[in-house]
């Protein structure tokens, strides 16, 4: 079958592939409609590695994935040909200690979609364990389906916040992730959530959300409008989205005392933040990396019309045109949040 692949940093083709398609009795096989471009399959494609995860072999990119069951394992009983489906990319070792700690995410065995060297998935079909599959009510639409996987790492961060209903959140970063954190934290109860960045047309994108309240800060000081907000006492929730070292600089100012930060971007080099600040606030401070146990919850809020993602699917590129798309999504617009690709039906 024909796949995207990357032969090798900045190489991309269309071309094929003979992939193993047997379907083990727990597995599902999957006819893979849409795919979300995700930063980190930019990433390949434009640096060859991510920190200790090199691309040595040709690869399959896209990990954020929804499509149709095609055919079911013997073990597998709660999805059956036809459903409509998106799937979740980090497959652990289920007898892992991390995994029986429900804490699959962080299990040094994880096999990831589209994380060397393990292929993703733009490409016709994929068999996939059923229990990383999940159904999708007929009120969510494929393309909606694929942006479960970005919107999980939000619901993740949510969740580490441990948000008290009418709480009141910062988002530092106005990126996809960015965007995705305020919207899971709006859903878990959040009452308003400041979102910042320098980028006029990404706050743009994030201020049609009700509940969102954008910052520029090249034109505000951050600090000062949650003071204002807040009546001096700060956030409840800070979550640090942009993964710039900068943001580090007085985080711990914009949170009140005995708040929580959440850590979601990732620095590409080690950051130095204020402990003793944090100390005076006796702040906790929470990491997310990718998700568990949040793809099913993820996908009920969408059917629920409680979270729209649709706005920030920007644009759509046919599977024959998928280098083009990764060229466009390489070029990181700022009135660009996801780009998504279909495969031919
Ligand atoms: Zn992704």
Redesign the pocket.
């Known amino acids: 079958m024909k796949a995207l692949v990357l032969e090798r940093k900045g190489e991309l083709s269309l071309r094929e592939i003979d992939l193993p398609l047997e379907v083990g009795a727990q597995d599902v096989k999957i006819a893979i409609h849409t795919v979300?471009v995700?930063?980190?399959d930019v990433h390949y494609y434009t640096h060859g590695a991510i920190g200790s995860f090199v691309v040595r072999e040709p690869m399959v990119l896209g990990?954020?994935a929804a499509g149709t069951v095609t055919a079911v394992g013997s073990g597998v009983h709660h999805l059956k040909v036809g459903d409509r489906v998106c799937m979740e990319p980090g497959v652990p070792n289920m007898s892992s200690r991390a995994s029986k700690l429900g804490i699959y995410n962080v299990d040094p065995d994880v096999r990831f979609w589209a994380t060397p060297p393990v292929h993703g998935v733009l490409m016709p079909e994929v068999v996939h364990p059923a229990a990383f599959t999940y159904k999708l009510p007929d009120a969510v639409s494929f393309a909606e389906g694929a942006m479960v996987?970005?919107f999980a790492v939000g619901m993740q961060a949510a969740t580490r916040a441990r948000i008290v209903p009418g709480d009141v959140a910062v988002v530092i970063g106005c990126g996809p992730i960015g965007v995705m954190t305020a919207l899971a934290a709006l859903a878990g109860g959040c009452s308003q959530v400041f979102i910042s960045d320098l980028s006029a047309p990404k706050l743009e994108i994030a201020a049609q959300y009700a509940g969102i309240t954008t910052v520029n800060i090249g034109e505000v000081s951050l600090h000062e409008t949650i003071m204002t907000a807040t009546d001096g006492w700060g956030a409840d929730i800070v979550f640090e989205a942009s993964g710039s070292a900068r943001a580090y600089h007085g985080i711990f100012d914009l949170m009140r005392p005995g708040g929580a930060l959440v850590l979601v971007g990732l620095p590409v080099e080690p950051v130095t933040f204020d402990v003793p600040a944090s100390i005076f606030k006796e702040a906790r401070i929470e990491t997310v990396f990718r998700y568990a146990n949040n793809f099913d919850r993820a996908v009920n809020l969408i059917a629920s019309g409680k979270v729209d993602l649709k706005p920030l699917i920007t644009d759509t590129f046919d599977f024959a045109d998928s280098i083009a798309a990764f060229e466009r999504a390489a070029k990181a617009l700022p009135t660009d949040v996801k780009i998504q690709i279909r495969m031919p039906s």
Do not use: L, Y
């Open positions: 979300g995700c930063g980190s990990h954020e996987e970005p």
